[in-house]
């Protein structure tokens, strides 16, 4: 049985190469709940996974969203549903769910956000969890938040 959880750190230790490594391991589905976005390589690894047919469903707080340097439109562009929260205060999660390489589900989560500050220059971290139980409370919570942020309709 391989490790069911997995610790990671930065400044300069690799950690967007572990999250693009995640998520090039997805082939079925990849559900993202981030704060911010703003780092290419790891954008682009979202792109390549909607493009070898993975659904890919992104999550990210409206107010990180209006960067500049925000990768939303980026993702959308590429067929990626997009969604910029509209609840109460900052949509402050940053995790991934994916298929597990041997079976059921993984989570990455941290305080590690998709940004290049977080790999070259913050002290941050994130685990990856492959315990059924933590990935279906994590999956609940994704559905719930995605349901609560479907697009306000306008008239």
């Known amino acids: 049985m391989g490790k069911l959880v997995s ?4 400044p300069d230790r690799g950690c967007d190469d572990v999250v693009i490594g995640f ?3 997805c082939d079925t589905f990849l559900d993202v709940a981030i704060y911010s976005l703003t780092h290419d390589p790891i954008a682009d690894a979202f792109i390549r996974a909607h493009q070898r047919g993975c659904k890919v469903r992104v999550l990210m707080d409206k107010s990180q ?8 439109e980026k993702l959308e562009a590429a067929g990626i549903e997009v969604r910029r929260d509209h609840q109460k ?8 769910i994916g ?8 989570v990455l989560t941290g305080s590690y956000n998709f940004t290049k500050n ?4 913050n002290t941050e971290n994130f685990v990856v969890l492959r315990l059924q139980y933590i ?13 609560a942020d479907a697009p306000l309709e306008t008239d």
Do not use: C
């Not at 610790?7 to 930065?10: E, I, K, P, R, T």
């Not at 969203?65 to 939303?72: F, L, P, Q, V």
């Not at 298929?99 to 993984?106: D, E, H, I, Q, Y």
């Not at 977080?118 to 220059?121: D, I, N, Q």
């Open 118 to 121: 977080a790999t070259y220059s």
């Open 65 to 72: 969203a209006g960067n500049r340097y925000a990768d939303d």
């Open 7 to 10: 610790a990671y750190f930065s």
């Open 23 to 25: 998520i090039d391991h």
């Open 99 to 106: 298929p597990a390489r041997k079976r059921g589900k993984a």
């Open 89 to 96: 205060g900052v949509m402050h999660n940053k995790f991934l």
């Open 135 to 147: 990935a279906n409370e994590y999956q609940t919570e994704f559905d719930r938040l995605w349901v």
